[in-house]
């Protein structure tokens, strides 16, 4: 069994910064593309960020040059590293992984619980 779980969300301020973290575990073979989204209330899940296995990494053009994403290819960790955040980032950010749990196929897409992320003065 495969679970992803994200920490460092919590409240900031406008112009603060946050890094989350999302920590891979169980019966893993392989890990591919791993990606940050989020869903603030009242809207739909949203793509912020995404990596591939070879680090090449793309942004939605609302957080570019203030998000920064990456991965631990040796620890299965995957992070965001949140700069000058503004109230709009506001929302629930969820982590996902494409991951093969053994030597055969499929690979399979798996999402964490959640962690919130509210930025309010």
């Known amino acids: 069994q495969v679970q992803l779980v994200e920490s460092g969300g919590g409240l900031v301020q406008p112009g603060g910064s946050l890094r989350l973290s999302c920590a891979a575990s169980?019966?893993?073979?392989?890990?591919?593309?791993m990606g940050w989204y989020r869903q603030a209330p009242g809207k739909q899940r949203e793509l912020v960020a995404s990596?591939?296995?070879?680090?090449?990494?793309t942004y939605t053009d609302s957080v570019k040059g203030r998000f920064t994403i990456s991965r631990d290819n040796a620890k299965n960790m995957l992070y965001l590293q949140m700069n000058s955040l503004k109230p709009e980032d506001t929302a629930v950010y969820y982590c996902?992984?494409?991951?093969?749990?053994?030597?055969?196929?499929?690979?399979?897409?798996?999402w964490g619980q959640g962690t919130q992320v509210t930025v309010s003065s």
């Open positions: 169980g019966s893993i073979f392989s890990v591919n593309a």
């Open positions: 996902n992984a494409d991951i093969r749990p053994d030597w055969r196929p499929p690979v399979l897409r798996y």
């Open positions: 990596i591939t296995s070879g680090s090449v990494t």
